[in-house]
T-cell receptor, first 114, second 113 residues
Framework: GENVEQHPSTLSVQEGDSAVIKCTYS??????FPWYKQELGKRPQLIID?????GEKKDQRIAVTLNKTAKHFSLHITETQPEDSAVYFC?????????????FGKGTTLSVSS | DSGVTQTPKHLITATGQRVTLRCSPR?????VYWYQQSLDQGLQFLIQ???????AKGNILERFSAQQFPDLHSELNLSSLELGDSALYFC????????????FGQGTRLTVV
């Protein structure tokens, strides 16, 4: 099945700096890569996703890049703010005979200090 | 509010007991996914149901089982509970394909004592 590895596990930055979180996946057939943000005590929520037909996608201060050859994708947050502090999860699809589900990385705890 | 409802929010029970967690998906969503979130393990995929049928299975223990009913709500049954089963259990739903956003419920925090 799919194996998703995420690095780093923790990341501390100063407000205004950029943050980059990287993930690798194992199934070359995977074609959808979402990123979820989970604030303390809350549910995970989708913040951005990318499909394999594009190499980069941006939404204001966040962007995701995808390298299908190397089987890795990254989340980039620019001009970080204290409210960006949260746990971020990457994910990739795991396919089986019967169905497909998202497999998540172990998460990155981002701390933005002001 | 994601539209996914999980009950109860909190559950405290003793080792060896059995509990049932309930999930109501967003209106119109056919697929339900169950995840377990422990402190150091991230979001572990347990099982997926689509329109009443089991579709994909992850690292779900034999002591755990799930089902999806005709009204599309789902239940996760955990039996012979152990201390290590203490975790946050999330349900997520979407229209059915994995390539679309999965909406998470608020989770059920299970504490086994």
């Amino acid at each position: 099945g799919e194996n998703v590895e995420q690095h780093p596990s923790t990341l501390s930055v100063q407000e205004g700096d950029s943050a980059v979180i990287k993930c690798t996946y194992s199934d070359s057939a995977s074609n959808y890569f979402p990123w979820y943000k989970q604030e303390l005590g809350k549910r995970p929520q989708l913040i951005i996703d990318i499909r394999s037909n594009v190499g980069e996608k941006k939404d204001q201060r966040i962007a995701v890049t995808l390298n299908k050859t190397a089987k890795h994708f990254s989340l980039h947050i620019t001009e970080t703010q204290p409210e960006d502090s949260a746990v971020y999860f990457c994910a990739a699809p795991q396919r089986s005979q019967a169905g497909t589900a998202l497999i998540f990385g172990k998460g990155t705890t981002l701390s933005v200090s002001s | 509010d994601s539209g996914v409802t999980q009950t109860p929010k909190h559950l405290i029970t003793a080792t060896g007991q059995r509990v049932t967690l309930r999930c109501s998906p967003r209106s119109g969503d056919l697929s339900v996914y169950w995840y377990q979130q422990s402190l150091d393990q991230g979001l572990q995929f347990l099982i997926q149901y689509y329109n009443g049928e089991e579709r994909a299975k992850g690292n779900i223990l034999e002591r755990f089982s799930a089902q999806q009913f005709p009204d599309l709500h789902s239940e996760l049954n955990l039996s012979s509970l152990e201390l290590g089963d203490s975790a946050l259990y999330f349900c997520a739903s979407n229209e059915g394909t994995v390539n679309t956003e999965a909406f998470f419920g608020q989770g059920t925090r299970l504490t086994v004592v």
